[in-house]
């Protein structure tokens, strides 16, 4: 019974250490981000020889949304001579099919790869299929739901001049914002996790991380290791990790905004979440070795790497700690911990869409202007339990992922755009 | 950016967000946790016996005034260099079996009937169902092993004051550093750290009472659940709303008339 006591305890005192560390490193970036001289992306350069750029656009059933992003994509001020777009449709049954072709007539420059038939579905074996078809050098991917700015492939594409630039990210900014609490919270979550955190991770030259959209990358990086492997979710995770390993960089350009659509309800957000944490964890898996022992990357980068990696498997931790604490208290052995695990709620005011602690979100929210919506940041208390649910779930079929290696199936997050919105937008 | 007025024209054009910055020097931020941070955390600690002294003589008193039950105040010994800490001591209660099986049942229907209703997994109910199954957890305790539960409720008691001695003490802490990031404005951290640690300390007393008039009349069949779901999470909640009442106050400043000031722009 000691020996059941002492792991307890020992996994207790584990969890606080981690809790601590994580919340240092939140602390440091807030600082940096709010205080630092910034280290801005590449705006500044002007250079008439721009590289040829593709724009991928994966998408399934995306009828609601989809004319809204190719009207911003439209009023984007890239050289179209140098600008293509490739809409890839992946087994959509609405009218997604129709209205690609009705914009491919209007504009060549706009191809439509329509996939249907038995094929592998999901985002990671679409945008293969359009890499082989691509003509860029330098390869955008949007989301359907996205509304990029005028500016924003240039501003995007200018990075690769730059030799060691592997991939670029740039911030994404709910558009329906004030629709209700959940949105309000997951504004909350994107400013903590760009305004700041991806910022600082650039300014401290560590790991800012590739998102999937409003991003890009080198097509030769991609076609010259297999392309994205369609057994991973979370192909822009592992896409992070790949170019670090291979000793290229990752830039963040925190003016390079684009809108995008937050979940409306907590059951859209749950399914969305629980993707991620799976995706997440099976780039952990894969990668969290390798990463640690990849000659390429430094040793800031490493350590920095390596709490990225593991942030989808925090909430689990803690929830673990929690029936830790409970068990604890029925054998009367908490009395030594007595206050200390309150650090362990340290942990719960925290976004776990992207890991931000409340001070990070409140410096975030503090850059962007923000007033009212602050207000809603006691909030998070609540919701906490609910990402330990869902995330804990997907770390769970990540595992079941790893263990019977079965095919992962993609699916989409709903969207809730309608033309009334596009109207007041 | 800006605001847009009726005629579609910018009435007000707001500085760029994207890389703006405040400007600190690290001398201040150092000077002021030597001589605000470490002072105040040092007259905390000295007097932690005083305020728990304070709690326990307020709340034995109400007690007594509410219920029939007799209490008094006992001490022990908790960090060696500061002092010992005080806290009520009460007669607590066992549940019968029945009581229990009741709980057990109730608790089991409650969390059946949770999952029903919530269908798109709200927080709140999540928040809530987990709080029942710590109560649904403590039923079970108490069914199969009644007897061998390791608390009393002065055990108890003093479980209580010492975790709230800590909980105040991480709060100075975590809400020092936290507005450290916003406004090195020293005196208005001050007052609303004051304002937190009032706040917090009325909500740590009206708890206390609370949790003794429940756990001596209805039993220790309730001490789980009181600890663990409307603990510390609270005392968090409270410092965050003030932290995020702070970050209003502070943005609405720092956007009006001196912001042309304040930020930088590397």
Known sequence: MEMVVKILQGYFIFSIVLMIIYAIRHFCFSYNRLFAKQRVSYRDIYDSELPMVTVMIPMHNEEAVIRNLFDSLLKCDYDREKLEIIAINDHSDDKTPEILEEYHDRYLFIRPIHRNGDGERGKPAGLNDALKVARGEVIIVFDADYRPSKNLIKKLALAFKDPKVGAIMGRVVPINAKKNMLTVLLNLERSGGYQVDQQARFNMRLLPQYGGTVGGFRKNIMLATGGFDTKILAEDTELTYRIYSMGWNVVYDNSAECYEESPETWEVRGKQIRRWSRGHNNVMFRYFFRFLFSPNVGFAEKVDGTLLLLVYVVPLILGLAQIDCLILFFMGKMEIFAGWWAILFMGIYNTWGNFAPFYEIGSGAFLDGMEKEILALPQLCFSFYFYMWYISLGFFDAVIDIITRRNVKWAKTKRFSNEKRVENA | ?266
């Open chain 2, 1 to 266: 950016m800006g605001k847009i007025s009726n005629k579609g024209e910018k009435n007000e054009i707001y500085y760029s967000r994207d890389y703006r910055h405040l400007n600190r020097a690290w001398i201040t931020y150092l000077l002021q946790i030597i001589f605000v941070l470490v002072p105040v955390i040092l007259i905390y600690l000295c007097s932690y016996s005083e305020i728990s002294y304070y709690i326990s003589e307020f709340s034995a008193g109400l007690i007594s005034n509410i219920t029939v039950d007799t209490t008094g105040i006992l001490k022990e010994k908790y960090f060696p260099i500061f002092g010992v800490i005080y806290y009520i001591t009460m007669k607590g209660k066992y549940p019968s079996f029945t009581m229990a099986m009741i709980s057990f049942i109730v608790t089991l229907i409650l969390i059946v009937v949770f999952a029903r209703i919530n269908m798109n997994r709200k927080p709140l109910m999540i928040f809530l169902t987990i709080g029942l199954c710590v109560h649904l957890a403590s039923s079970l305790f108490f069914i199969f092993f009644g007897n061998k539960f390791p608390y009393t409720l002065d055990t108890y008691s003093i479980l209580y004051m010492k975790q709230q001695v800590i909980v105040w003490l991480m709060i100075i802490v975590v809400y020092w550093l936290s507005t450290s990031l916003i406004t090195h404005v020293t005196w208005y951290r001050i007052i609303s750290l004051a304002m937190l640690m009032v706040l917090s300390f009325v909500y740590g007393i009206v708890r206390y009472i609370l949790y003794m008039i429940i756990i001596s009349q209805f039993s220790y069949l309730f001490m789980a659940s009181l600890y663990f779901t409307f603990g510390v999470l609270f005392d968090f909640l409270i410092m965050v709303g003030i932290f995020s009442l702070f970050i209003y106050r502070s943005g609405k400043k720092f956007q009006g008339k001196k912001r042309g000031r304040v930020w930088k722009w590397s």
